[in-house]
């Protein structure tokens, strides 16, 4: 079964308790929350205030994810907060290891973010020591874009990577995932032919 992780970008911020209580009260698996720095990326978005404010709205998992530069001035705040699970950028990390063994030793869930232009083979050497990769099928930084189309080939190689490690790492598709489309990100997971796949949604189109 997919798990499903809606952003809380897409509330309306003037009636977060509202919003938060319907999530809440919906099938959603996890509160997903994009925190952005302005730095890492152009836009800053919200805070460890605001995860504290929606973590009292509910007990789905907390699911922050971190567009942000130096992650670990910032971890224990977002713990504090109530997040349950933290994702930090492999690209904004120069020491990738040292900011999951953070994340782990204050008791969340370790996740990688990677980003559109980065090389799923860069995640080799870390795959084994974290819960989840968000996977980011838009750039990271603004809301609403497009699902880009290459994501499927990088989902499948991501899978490959994961299965032939014998590993057990989520993956989560972060970005511009509709109801048009959701079914065929992942019959990309499960299929043994994702080109043919590829082939017949590009012929869709
Ligand atoms: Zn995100």
Redesign the pocket.
């Known amino acids: 079964m997919p798990v499903i992780a809606p952003?809380l970008?897409a509330a309306n911020f003037l009636k977060l308790e509202d919003e938060c209580k319907m999530l809440d009260e919906s099938e959603a698996d996890w509160f997903?929350?994009?925190i952005m720095d302005g730095r890492f990326v152009p836009n800053i978005s919200f805070g460890p205030m605001i995860v504290e404010f929606v973590r009292k709205t509910t007990k789905k998992i907390c699911d922050v994810?971190l567009?942000i530069v130096e992650p670990e001035k910032y971890t224990e705040a977002f713990k504090k907060a109530g997040a349950d699970q933290l994702?930090v950028h492999i690209e904004a990390c120069p020491d990738l290891q040292k900011n999951i063994q953070q994340i782990l030793s204050l008791g969340m869930k370790p996740g990688v973010?990677i980003s559109p232009d980065t090389p799923i083979a860069d995640l080799a050497d870390i795959l084994p020591s974290i819960h989840h990769v968000?996977f980011?099928s838009v750039y990271?930084g603004y809301g609403g874009q497009q699902f880009i189309p290459k994501s499927f080939e990088r989902i499948k190689q991501l899978r490959n990577m994961i299965d032939e490690k014998g590993l057990n790492v989520l993956i989560e598709i972060?970005?511009g995932v509709t109801t048009e489309n959701a079914a065929s990100i992942i019959a990309v997971f499960k299929s043994n032919d994702p080109k043919g796949i590829i082939a017949t949604l590009k012929a869709i189109r």
């Open positions: 952003s970008l997903h929350l994009d994810h567009m994702s973010a968000c980011m990271p972060d970005g």
